[in-house]
């Protein structure tokens, strides 16, 4: 008779229990056992033949299932933490059908910038619109003399590189005016996944997202470049990613999102991306400290992973020369794994 080792929830490994299979009513739970076993069996069997003879799991196998299983908890775990800090309306899902790799050790999640001690974000405009009308009239993009971001169809309009103005709250318009997008947040649902090509963790969105719509922000704790600069020499080469200078009219304060961030912290760069960045000035109009938010360049489908350039920054200029203002370039080289035709190579 076939026997399974039970772990009852809520209750310590001590108690576990060997028990015939009639007594099991989990169908999904043995349905994954047996994946799980089946997995690990043909990642086995690639090197030497292995025969299953049935009477018992090697320990090896047994091993594997139970790490699994732990990783599959406390993977859900981290789904559950990360839906309860985000406050936009898209889910986040996390997904590992490639390793053994758990939930980042040292990673937090925030909604929106965390300014390090000593720089203060303003958080209320000083000038509001008073339009019936933002769509039509001469409202908040006009008064910072640039043209509103947005169509009708809630979608991005200008050239990248074209700073976006929304409506802010000191506005006499509603939540629904057409100039307010960013600041809703994340809409779709999206996936945390473990790549399959060696990029660690990425994103993928599990619904289809029409050509030029807000995506999300990147967020981090801002610091000075000088800052970034000292932290730049500590991090290896995987921590420099996640400086983000923003470069938009100064270069004071940079984006590090290494330990600080949202759902934009495992989005893999690529030389061929279908993100753009976008500067974004809301309640705060200080253009030293512009928001970034990050808008699909085409039709992204529903399973399709999200990318954006790293190296194209807040300006969105092409021109050879916006690489050479990015102090990335004094930091440690990344081979870059995209797989783009017109990949360069490095990250930096
Ligand atoms: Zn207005
Ligand atoms: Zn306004
Ligand atoms: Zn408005």
Redesign the pocket.
């Known amino acids: 008779m076939e026997y399974y080792l039970v772990k009852w929830k809520g209750w310590p490994d001590s108690t576990n229990t060997w028990e015939p299979l009639q007594n099991l009513k989990c169908p999904l739970l043995l349905q994954q056992f047996s994946n799980d076993k089946h997995n690990y069996l043909s990642q086995v069997k690639k090197g030497k033949a292995i025969k299953d003879n049935n009477k018992a799991l090697k320990p090896a196998i047994a091993e594997y299932i139970v790490k699994k299983a732990k990783q599959r908890l406390a993977l859900q775990r981290w789904q559950d933490e990360l839906n309860r800090r985000k406050n936009h309306k898209g889910m986040i899902f996390v997904e590992n059908t490639v390793d053994l790799e758990g939930p980042p050790s040292d990673f937090y999640y925030i909604n929106e910038y965390k300014p390090a001690p000593g720089i203060s974000l303003v958080n209320e405009a000083t000038f509001?619109?008073s339009?019936t009308d933002?769509f039509f009239e001469k409202?908040?993009p006009a008064e910072a003399g640039v043209l509103l971001a947005y169509n009708k169809n809630q979608q991005i309009k200008i050239p990248p590189g074209t700073p976006i103005y929304?409506?802010?709250s000191?506005?006499?318009?509603g939540p629904d005016?057409p100039?307010r997008i960013v600041q809703k947040g994340t809409q779709y649902s999206l996936c945390i996944f473990r790549t399959s090509n060696g990029c660690g963790w990425g994103v993928k969105t599990l619904v289809k997202i029409k050509r030029m719509s807000f995506v999300m922000e990147y967020v981090g704790e801002v610091i000075t470049s000088e800052e970034a600069e000292r932290r730049g020499q500590l991090y290896d080469n995987k921590g420099i990613t996640y400086l983000f200078d923003l470069d938009y009219e100064s270069d004071e304060f940079t984006v590090d999102a290494a330990r600080y961030g949202n759902v934009s912290h495992f989005v893999n760069h690529s030389c061929d991306p279908n993100l753009q960045v976008f500067n974004v000035f809301i309640d705060n109009l200080d253009t030293r400290l512009p928001r970034i938010a990050l808008f699909s360049t085409r039709t992204i489908n529903a399973g399709e992973e999200l990318t954006f350039d790293y190296q194209m920054k807040g300006s969105g200029d092409v021109s050879s020369d916006s690489v050479d203002h990015s102090p990335a370039k004094k930091r440690v080289r990344t081979v870059c794994k995209c797989g783009a035709v017109t990949c360069r190579g490095y990250l930096n």
């Open positions: 509001g619109c339009c933002c409202c908040c929304e409506c802010n000191r506005c006499q318009c005016c100039n």
